[in-house]
């Protein structure tokens, strides 16, 4: 049974079998994930990362499928992946989305993918980062992230996006007022969808006037409001042009480089609190030992803990070296 | 300025200011905190620590004030924390408790404080169990930790008590549902307050069925349901006996070493953690030069994360040794 250290070349030549099964070890946090991810690293950084997020019913995954068949007609390749942190609720429902995108299914150039996680909140950030990182180093020119607006995690998982999109739809009432609650910030491009819907040039309106409120400072990136039809794929390439717009200008304000430091200084964090865990955990025989010698007073928690962080050093050596 | 080391031994000695001031330490996590704890650890270990908890309007502090008096009658010293998530919402019905208990206030025998922090629920759970470990330091024979039962952070600090007392009233009329909902399993004994109300003997059947329910296995503690007054002080002695009753058991069982055990185990990894946090962050070299490099592509997460553990040992060596 192969590992994940063992499919990387697979990986970055591409090989859809092999991206699908890295994807599976990284939900699962397999043994070896690390070290396969720390050999994609030098290979990341290439792919555009775009951010998609919007209330149920906006037409999120037509409109994915048409930027999808967009980025196609213009020669990138890309990969989606679709964020569902309560599986439980959503499953049906993303399920449904998925079948929609069937139509793109037999082009190699595009890779779609749901992905969620049981557990911790974190974890599905951690498997989402991760994830964009294996379709980065598989070499997808466009990678997007797809998620329901609705929770915390998914606004964490977003935030990961170089271009955040926040799709509104005519018609949903409490839409807008959705989005301000917790997206207004992370938006980089506004979109309504279904825009030949009656009641297009209310929520355009309204975005606007959101937008206004929170105007932009001299410097700082004016949030465009753009108009799509995702069924017929109208105003599809117009919205590609704003994210590609928006990268240009993040690149050239020094923000992409600011937003690629947050993350590596996310994963250098998760790597290192995950090795740190894995020393303390009943079974492993140094933290056993402390535990025993606190609570016997014999030692105090402080000074236990520095031991430990002494033995981690030279343990950490040892079995990854 | 004295900081937290220096009154380690004014605290030991019992002295109430030095103990308030260093639970004050406790709850901001000032520098020097953890070095505190540290020396105090050896004398820890001594007292009777009780939980108790349920629902606003059951008369808990009353009777933790009935308590109380009952130690010190007998001779026992005692330490109150009324702990408190969200201080926010409740600080006024705290206060009302904390004045119904000024009677004993005279007494330097009970010390009373009540406990809240801002942030992270963990960071209760971690302020609560290191102002009971300053408590029992102090040479208190009884630590008495009251929450309101409504969330998580207050399972997990009551879960700290050796014994675990949850609280019902006559009358509540979803009480008995809220206790079923989190905190049957945590509870070591049941007591029904102003049990002189009309509804008593339902409250206490109600109680019955659902303990029955859960009946216990052969060798497990079998949950009491206790009638108290608060006002009037009665049935607490039998109460705090049922407690002593508990104690003993949890000892004989090898239950109470375990969640000394476990307790040690929670301290040791907070440590570890703060310590490790604390060499990741913005503005630490180390760390920033990670960053950097991983950022550039020149690492990777993983051996950047093991660069930054070996070197984290030697910090922790030269900074605390």
Redesign the interface.
Known sequence: MKGPTDIVDAVLAGDPAAVARMLTFVERRADGV??A???M??H??RAHVLGLTGPPGSGKSTLVSALARHYRDTGRSVGVLAVDPSSVFTGGAILGDRIRMSELAGDSGVFIRSIATRGALGGLSRACLDAVAVLDAAGKDIVIVETVGVGQAEVDVISAAQTVAVVSVPGLGDDVQAIKAGLLEIADVHVVNKADREGADRTVAELRDMLRLSHPRPGQWDVPIRRTIGTTGQGVAELAAQFTDHLAWITDNGER?RR??D???T???????Q??ADR?R?GVTE?DH???E??A?HD???????A???G???D??ED??
């Open positions: 690390d070290e991810l720390a050999k690293h030098q990341t950084g480089e690629a430091r993350n590596a200084a994963r250098i964090r998760w790597v290192v609190e090795l740190v303390l009943p933290f402390a535990v025993d606190v609570t007073r105090d928690p402080l000074s236990a803990a520095k430990l962080i002494a981690l050093s030279s950490t050596q990854f070296s």
